[in-house]
């Protein structure tokens, strides 16, 4: 009885631990957009809108678009998987849009500078993180449109969904902390931003990391 008590009680402080989580990311990922929105002053020059979209697509709606799943801190956790799963895409196809129009603008304004483009580590990964993006989201068509996908599950599709929606996420992740020691933001921000900044990402990346693990383990424990 002891036992079970004490059971009990891990269990209940592990989930008000995973929801306290869940609840700072949302705030994290509102501050830290919000925080490059008045850094960046969006349509003062081609760049500004550069970390504007980037941060937009990767840190918000990206990261939103994967708390849907949480199941303590999903805004819509009370609404059915399909109506998470409809809300999941569309917020999906917004990062996917900001993230084209991120690396556009910086493409375009390294174009009118004359300055080479993807020279950086921040560049390169970037680079990479778009495309996986956008190609991740290409590949979940199936989930949609189950038909498409002959001869495959769907639990497997799923999870070969999160695998790769967490690495597409991690280098999104990577590429915005490495644009937290570009020039520009070093230059713009204090040191107290600075590291709210870097916090705000580094928290998020973890949360969302726990959360894709945990769903999976979790998965695991139950078929064994």
């Known amino acids: 009885m002891l036992l079970n008590k004490e059971s009990g009680s891990e269990l209940r402080i592990y989930g008000c631990t995973r929801a306290a989580s869940a609840a700072l990311s949302h705030c994290a990922c509102i501050v830290f957009t919000v925080t490059i929105a008045l850094l960046s002053r969006p349509g003062t020059s081609w760049f ?17 678009a994967i708390l849907l799943f949480s199941p303590r801190g999903s805004p819509l956790k009370t609404l059915p998987h399909k109506t ?10 917004l990062c996917v849009t900001c993230a084209i129009l991120g690396l556009a603008a910086i493409v375009y304004n390294k174009h009118l500078s004359g300055k080479p483009h993807f020279t950086s580590w921040h560049g390169l990964l970037g680079v990479i993180a778009v495309c996986a993006v956008a190609l991740q989201s290409l590949a979940a068509v199936p ?9 495959w599950s769907l639990a497997k599709l799923k999870r070969y969904h999160a ?3 967490l690495v597409a996420y991690l280098l999104g992740s990577g590429s915005l902390l490495l644009g937290l020691r570009s020039a520009w933001f070093t230059g713009s921000a204090g040191e107290h931003t600075w590291y709210l900044a870097a916090a705000c990402c580094a928290f998020n990346a973890l949360v969302v990391m726990n959360q894709v693990s945990s769903a999976y383990t979790a998965k695991k424990r139950l078929q064994s």
């Not at 998470?84 to 196809?93: E, N, P, T």
């Not at 989930?143 to 001869?151: D, E, F, N, Q, V």
């Open 48 to 64: 500004s809108w550069h970390p504007f979209f980037m941060t937009l697509g990767f840190s918000f709606f990206m990261t939103e």
């Open 163 to 165: 695998t790769t929606g």
């Open 143 to 151: 989930l949609i449109y189950h038909s498409l996908a002959k001869g």
């Open 84 to 93: 998470k799963s409809r809300a999941h895409w569309i917020l999906q196809c």
